[in-house]
Structure formats: structure tokens, C-alpha cells
């Protein structure tokens, strides 16, 4: 009986906890509930997927009231894969937490972080699982809205200026996307995406439809952090506290990247998009400019978690790119690169919160030598780095080898040349980092510091050591990515 209300549950219950959670005053207590309901939410979303594979999409009417007058839940390949990795991200990094909140947050302020987090975690959900276009929007506002509360709470005293910044960014694209969803509403009557999409699949030619898709697209480039509209990121990143830039730089832009190829490729369709409108050609020259650009102020960051968020911009210039490509290949590669950035990043910036508990700083030059002291969070950020870069029998490297041979199909060999060249300005500043914590003189901070506990070795390893299973083993993520990027398609899934 519970099995037929997953769809529904998997939203319901972190949105039920995370107010609970204010009501046991007990931290501890607090702690291992919002666990168990990360853990649990996990659990149903392998559930959910697990029964796509084997008998396909299907969809939960709410209050079973009939489609399009209600509100449907969808499970399909992409959103059930998409469910996966980010509620599996949210369990391993509540996992990790306790230590690195207790360094970093005021104890009194402990209460705030539990439900704000698994309020994030919903709307991330929902916006995966929802049919109704409007719902997005909300969902997607509740994850942002709970993101500002989470970056505020840094230690640093620009951790609230970095939060407002991202606030203002975040009410700029939310304001573009609702004005966009309203005029598509008042062109179809309908907020249902299926119903939608069968009622503008003849209106490809109205002018509400064109300023509707413009006003869409760039709500949801500002939220995906596209060059250049990413000028949020970079301080949200850095100044929140090492457990929420973890949880956030793994799974915000990726559920933001799915809304918008949910968006395009099932309501407004690739031909409208691409081929009538030509986004297909800015998403290509956005993203490679956001790929060099980025990468390039990367290399010059003296603040680790700096480095990694201007790299977090890089790599949804990845994603884009398979999106824009259009085809079999491209689109699965840019969905398998979701995962594996996901994986990748999260992994890092754990890392990150190892050397932050330890270290008491994050800036390159207080992590000379890190490596004598710290070895076990030195070798995580070698093997991360792998990844990041693309080396071969990383997963980094298969989304990567898709993307290139994508566009190789193409006959764009100039975006599969500027590809390679730009891994390589990964190579540099995932290199430098190598270079500071192996081959320096140690810092007065270091010589004295001690490897990270196990209770944050142990998740931060369950996701490196993920990056170098899903570079071997890819049925999972390249097997259920091909299957959505067929059916979004229009293929069999």
C-alpha cells in the first residue's frame, strides 16, 4: 500500500520533518531524525527508480483528481536518476556533518540548520518529481529560499552579504521564470507540462509563446549559474559554511539544469528551441566562454573553496553543451555529467571541510604540507582531481568522452578541440593544489594538525571512491542517462 504513494511520500516527509525538527530540542536528537529521514528519502528514490527500470514511467495523480485539472507527480528515467544521486548526496553529507557544524555554525544556531536542509531537500525533489509546471516554480523556491538561510549561516562575517547577493540573483530568475510560466499559462489554460506541450505544438509561431520561452530561459540561467550570470555562485560558495557549500555545489545547479531540459525538451521541444530560435548556438558559445573563463579564474584563487566554485561554473558549461548538441549522445552525456559533477564535487568539497575542521582556514597558503599531516584528505583531493580533470577510469572521464565524441558525430571540432584544451586548465589548478599540499615546506598550522575523524573520512571516501566505480562500472549511470536522453528524444525509452 505504501509502495503506490512513494511518488508523493518522497516530497511529503522531508517537508513534514524539517518543521518537526524545531520542536526536538535535543540536538542529537535533532540530528539523527533529519538523518533518518535523509537516509529513508534515499531509500524511496532507489525504490522509485529501480521500479522505472523495470516497468517504465509512470505518474501519481494527487487527491486523485484526474489530469490536467490536478496535480500530477511523474516518474520517468531522468527525474527518478536525477532523485537518486541528490537524495543520496543529502544522506552522505548529513552523515559527514555533525563535527564540521559544530566547528564552524554558533551551537545556538543548530536548530536553524536541520530543517532549512531538509527543506532544501525537498524542494529539490519536487521540482524533479512534479508534472505541474507551476509547482516548479514553488518547489524551486522553497529550495532557494532555504539555500539563503543555509549560506548565511557561515562564520564569516560575509556569509550573509554572500547570501543577500545570492537572494537578489535568486529573485531576479525566479521573477523571469513565474512571468514566463504566467504567460504560457495564459496562452494553454493548463500549468500541466504534457497537457502544455500538446496545446503549443501547434502555436510554435505566437510572439506570447517566443517571450515566454525568453523569459524562462533566462529565469533559469541565472539559477543554473551560466556565464555570465553566475556572479551569485562564486561568494555563496565560499563563504557558507563547508556541509551546506557541500550539499548545495553537488545538487542545486544539476536539479536547476534539469528543469530547464525538462522545460525545452518536453513543452517548448528541441525543434522550437534550437531549430527555430537557434539557442542550441548560445548555449555552445556561452558555455565554452563560461568553460575558459572560469577555469581560468580558478587557477588563480587563493581560497580552495573559491577555486572549486569557479570550477562548479566550468562544469555546468559541460552539461550545456551536451544539451545544446541535440542528439543521442550529447544529451546523455550531459545528463551522466550531472552525476558524475555531483559525485565529484561533493567529494571535493568534503574534502575541503576536512582540511576547514583541522586547518581552521581553507586558503592555499595555510594547506602547505597538508599532505604529512593529513594524508587520507590529502589522497581524496588527488583522486577528486582525477576526476574533475577526466582521467581515464575516473567517471569524470566517461561524460567527458561522450561529450567529445558527441561533438566529434557533429562535425563541431572545434567545440571538441576548445573541450580538450579546456581539461587541461583543469589539470592546472587541480595541479597546484597538489603541488601545495605534497611538495611545500609545511605551515605552522599544519605541523600540529591531526588527520580528520573518520566520522568525515569515511562519507567524503563513499563519494571519491564513487568517482572511480562509476569510471569503471556505468551501467547505472550511462545505462538510465541514454534511456532519458532517448525519451526526451521523442525516441522509445
Same mark, same amino acid.
Given at each position: 500500500?505504501?509502495?503506490?504513494?512513494?511518488?508523493?511520500?518522497?516530497?511529503?516527509?522531508?517537508?513534514?520533518? =524539517?518543521?518537526?525538527?524545531?520542536?526536538?530540542?535535543?540536538?542529537?536528537?535533532?540530528?539523527?531524525?533529519?538523518?533518518?529521514?535523509?537516509?529513508?528519502?534515499?531509500?524511496?528514490?532507489?525504490? @522509485?527508480?529501480?521500479?522505472?527500470?523495470?516497468?517504465?514511467?509512470?505518474?501519481?495523480?494527487?487527491?486523485?483528481?484526474? *489530469?490536467?485539472?490536478?496535480? #500530477?507527480?511523474?516518474?520517468?528515467?531522468?527525474?527518478?536518476?536525477?532523485?537518486?544521486?541528490?537524495?543520496?548526496?543529502?544522506?552522505?553529507? $548529513?552523515?559527514?556533518?555533525?563535527?564540521?557544524?559544530?566547528?564552524?555554525?554558533?551551537?545556538?544556531?543548530?536548530?536553524?540548520?536541520?530543517? &532549512?536542509?531538509?527543506?532544501?531537500?525537498?524542494? &529539490?525533489?519536487?521540482?524533479?518529481?512534479?508534472?505541474?509546471?507551476?509547482?516548479?516554480?514553488?518547489?524551486?523556491?522553497?529550495?532557494?529560499?532555504?539555500?539563503?538561510?543555509?549560506?548565511? @549561516?557561515?562564520?564569516?562575517?560575509?556569509?550573509? @552579504?554572500?547570501?543577500?547577493?545570492?537572494?537578489?540573483?535568486?529573485?531576479?530568475?525566479?521573477?523571469?521564470?513565474?512571468?514566463?510560466?504566467?504567460?504560457?499559462?495564459?496562452?494553454?489554460?493548463?500549468?500541466?507540462?504534457?497537457?502544455?506541450?500538446?496545446?503549443?505544438?501547434?502555436?510554435?509561431?505566437?510572439?506570447?509563446?517566443?517571450?515566454?520561452?525568453?523569459?524562462?530561459?533566462?529565469?533559469?540561467?541565472?539559477?543554473?549559474?551560466?556565464?555570465?550570470?553566475?556572479?551569485?555562485?562564486?561568494?555563496?560558495?565560499?563563504?557558507?559554511?563547508?556541509?551546506?557549500?557541500?550539499?548545495?555545489?553537488?545538487?542545486?545547479?544539476?536539479?536547476?539544469?534539469?528543469?530547464?531540459?525538462?522545460?525545452?525538451?518536453?513543452?517548448?521541444?528541441?525543434?522550437?528551441?534550437?531549430?527555430?530560435?537557434?539557442?542550441?548556438?548560445?548555449?555552445?558559445?556561452?558555455?565554452?566562454?563560461?568553460?575558459?573563463?572560469?577555469?581560468?579564474?580558478?587557477?588563480?584563487?587563493?581560497?580552495?573553496?573559491?577555486?572549486?566554485?569557479?570550477?562548479?561554473?566550468?562544469?555546468?558549461?559541460? &552539461?550545456?553543451?551536451?544539451?545544446?548538441?541535440?542528439?543521442?549522445?550529447?544529451?546523455?552525456?550531459?545528463?551522466?555529467?550531472?552525476?558524475?559533477?555531483?559525485?565529484?564535487?561533493?567529494?571535493?568539497?568534503?574534502?575541503?571541510?576536512?582540511?576547514?575542521?583541522?586547518?581552521?582556514?581553507?586558503?592555499?597558503?595555510?594547506?602547505?604540507?597538508?599532505?604529512?599531516?593529513?594524508?587520507?584528505?590529502?589522497?581524496?583531493?588527488? $583522486?577528486?582531481?582525477?576526476?574533475?580533470?577526466?582521467?581515464?577510469?575516473?567517471?569524470?572521464?566517461?561524460?567527458?568522452?561522450?561529450?567529445?565524441?558527441?561533438?566529434?558525430?557533429?562535425?563541431?571540432?572545434?567545440?571538441?578541440?576548445?573541450? @580538450?584544451?579546456?581539461?587541461?586548465?583543469?589539470?592546472?589548478?587541480?595541479?597546484?593544489?597538489?603541488?601545495?599540499?605534497?611538495?611545500?615546506?609545511?605551515?605552522?598550522?599544519?605541523?600540529? =594538525?591531526? #588527520?580528520?575523524?573518520?566520522?568525515?573520512?569515511?562519507?567524503?571516501? $563513499?563519494?571519491?571512491?564513487?568517482?572511480? *566505480?562509476?569510471?569503471?562500472?556505468?551501467?547505472?549511470?550511462?545505462?538510465?542517462?541514454?534511456?532519458?536522453?532517448?525519451?526526451?528524444?521523442?525516441?522509445?525509452?
Amino acid at each position: 500500500m505504501i509502495e503506490q504513494h512513494l511518488p508523493v511520500l518522497i516530497v511529503v516527509v522531508p517537508l513534514i520533518a =524539517a518543521p518537526l525538527c524545531v520542536f526536538l530540542f535535543n540536538r542529537t536528537l535533532v540530528y539523527l531524525f533529519a538523518l533518518a529521514t535523509c537516509w529513508a528519502t534515499f531509500g524511496m528514490s532507489l525504490f @522509485l527508480l529501480a521500479k522505472v527500470l523495470e516497468s517504465g514511467p509512470f505518474s501519481y495523480e494527487l487527491g486523485n483528481w484526474p *489530469v490536467p485539472y490536478g496535480i #500530477e507527480y511523474v516518474v520517468d528515467y531522468f527525474s527518478a536518476f536525477v532523485m537518486s544521486f541528490v537524495s543520496g548526496i543529502g544522506a552522505v553529507v $548529513l552523515t559527514y556533518a555533525p563535527k564540521s557544524l559544530n566547528d564552524e555554525i554558533d551551537p545556538s544556531r543548530h536548530y536553524l540548520v536541520h530543517p &532549512m536542509y531538509l527543506l532544501c531537500l525537498t524542494g &529539490m525533489l519536487g521540482i524533479c518529481i512534479t508534472g505541474d509546471l507551476f509547482n516548479v516554480f514553488v518547489f524551486l523556491e522553497i529550495s532557494s529560499l532555504s539555500s539563503y538561510a543555509l549560506i548565511s @549561516l557561515g562564520r564569516s562575517r560575509r556569509a550573509p @552579504l554572500a547570501a543577500f547577493q545570492y537572494l537578489v540573483m535568486g529573485t531576479i530568475g525566479a521573477t523571469f521564470l513565474l512571468i514566463g510560466i504566467g504567460l504560457l499559462y495564459q496562452l494553454t489554460g493548463t500549468l500541466n507540462m504534457v497537457d502544455m506541450a500538446q496545446q503549443l505544438a501547434d502555436d510554435h509561431g505566437s510572439r506570447t509563446m517566443l517571450v515566454a520561452f525568453a523569459f524562462v530561459t533566462v529565469g533559469l540561467c541565472i539559477k543554473m549559474a551560466v556565464f555570465p550570470l553566475h556572479t551569485w555562485l562564486p561568494n555563496a560558495y565560499t563563504y557558507a559554511p563547508s556541509v551546506v557549500t557541500a550539499f548545495i555545489a553537488a545538487t542545486a545547479t544539476k536539479v536547476s539544469v534539469y528543469a530547464f531540459v525538462r522545460i525545452v525538451y518536453d513543452i517548448f521541444t528541441p525543434q522550437f528551441a534550437f531549430d527555430v530560435h537557434g539557442l542550441d548556438l548560445f548555449l555552445t558559445v556561452f558555455s565554452l566562454i563560461g568553460i575558459f573563463v572560469a577555469s581560468a579564474a580558478a587557477i588563480y584563487q587563493g581560497n580552495l573553496k573559491r577555486l572549486l566554485a569557479y570550477s562548479s561554473i566550468a562544469q555546468v558549461g559541460y &552539461m550545456l553543451l551536451g544539451v545544446s548538441m541535440n542528439n543521442q549522445d550529447g544529451l546523455t552525456g550531459g545528463i551522466v555529467h550531472m552525476f558524475n559533477h555531483a559525485i565529484i564535487k561533493g567529494g571535493l568539497f568534503l574534502v575541503v571541510g576536512c582540511f576547514a575542521l583541522r586547518l581552521h582556514s581553507v586558503r592555499l597558503e595555510d594547506l602547505r604540507g597538508a599532505a604529512k599531516t593529513m594524508p587520507l584528505t590529502a589522497f581524496a583531493w588527488v $583522486l577528486g582531481g582525477l576526476g574533475l580533470i577526466g582521467v581515464p577510469l575516473t567517471a569524470g572521464f566517461i561524460s567527458k568522452w561522450l561529450l567529445l565524441t558527441a561533438a566529434l558525430d557533429n562535425g563541431f571540432y572545434l567545440v571538441a578541440g576548445l573541450m @580538450l584544451i579546456s581539461s587541461l586548465l583543469a589539470v592546472v589548478y587541480v595541479w597546484r593544489v597538489v603541488e601545495i599540499l605534497y611538495f611545500s615546506e609545511p605551515a605552522d598550522a599544519v605541523e600540529s =594538525a591531526r #588527520e580528520a575523524p573518520w566520522s568525515m573520512l569515511i562519507p567524503t571516501y $563513499l563519494l571519491i571512491v564513487g568517482i572511480l *566505480v562509476f569510471g569503471i562500472w556505468t551501467s547505472y549511470s550511462v545505462g538510465v542517462a541514454s534511456q532519458a536522453a532517448s525519451a526526451l528524444l521523442g525516441g522509445a525509452p
